[in-house]
Structure formats: C-alpha cells, structure tokens
C-alpha cells in the first residue's frame, strides 16, 4: 500500500489481483466544478489576506478584510460618517490592522479606509465572477483547454 504513481489509482486486474491502472480522465464538468472550488478558495485567500494600506501616519500596512472583518469595518464607517455629521474632526476612532498596530484615525479618515476596504473586496469579487464567467463559456464552447487555463 503505497501511493499511487502520478495519473494511476489501485484496481483490480482480471483474476482479482491489485493493480495500478490509468486514472480515468475527469470530464469537463467535472473539471468546472473543480475550477470554481478554486476560484472561492482564491478569493477567500485574497480576503484574507487584506488590503495594503498607507495609514494616516505614513505607515504601510494591511486592513482585514476576511468575511468576519465587514461587520467591524461597516460599524467603523457608519461610527465615522455619524461622528462626521456631528461636526467632529478629531483622530477620536482607531482601527486595528492586521499587523495589530492601531491607528487613530478622524472620521474623515476612517470613511478613506472603510470606503478603500469595501472597493477592495468588490474588486475580488469582480475577478472571481468573471473567472466563473470564464468558465461558462469554456463549458459552452466545450473547450477544456481554456477550462484547464483559468488562474487566479
């Protein structure tokens, strides 16, 4: 019981013996199947791994955006457009990124970098719909080269 050589899976010969034998090709939808689990798979890596971003300070950094991230980015915004309507001006709200530094920040800025994180992920978005796109018309076309090609 060994691993099986590359493009072979164990069965059975005639008599019952164990043998290595052929992988049987993957279907075409079979492989779009397999393209779309990639492309979620890569977009929830972009996700995770964030938004580079120049803070306030200078400083280069990097804004969380995973799924759990947006309900705290979306708090951030609407905290600073309300303080922002209030009037105030001050660095009184302050993100934490994902090198765990924190950055105080004016509404102004806040709304900058929340806005900035929302644009991010729609892009992501974007690119992984238009990947899957991509594989539409590859199924359409029956065309499994252009299937085999798409990547991130």
Not at 51 to 64: A, E, R, S
Not at 68 to 74: A, I, Q, S, V, Y
Not at 98 to 106: F, G, I, R, V, W
Request: hydrophobic share 40%; glycine share 6%; no cysteine.
């Amino acid at each position: 019981l060994s691993e099986p050589p590359p493009g072979m899976q164990l069965s059975s010969s005639e008599d019952g013996r164990p043998e290595w034998s052929k992988k049987p090709r993957e279907t075409i939808e079979q492989l779009a199947r397999k393209k779309r689990r990639q492309i979620e798979a890569w977009l929830a890596e972009a996700l995770a791994a964030g938004m580079p971003y120049t803070m306030p300070d200078g400083t280069d950094d990097v804004v969380q955006t995973r799924p759990e991230d947006e309900p705290n980015l979306l708090g951030l915004a609407i905290e600073a457009r309300d303080l922002r309507d209030a009037g105030e001006t001050g660095a009184g709200q302050v993100l934490r990124a994902q090198s765990n530094q924190l950055y105080a920040m004016t509404p102004a800025q806040m709304i900058a970098v929340t806005d900035a994180a929302k644009a991010f992920k729609k892009q992501q978005l974007a690119h992984s719909w238009a990947l899957k796109d991509e594989i539409k018309s590859a199924l359409e076309a029956d065309d499994r080269a252009a299937l085999e090609a798409i990547d991130w």
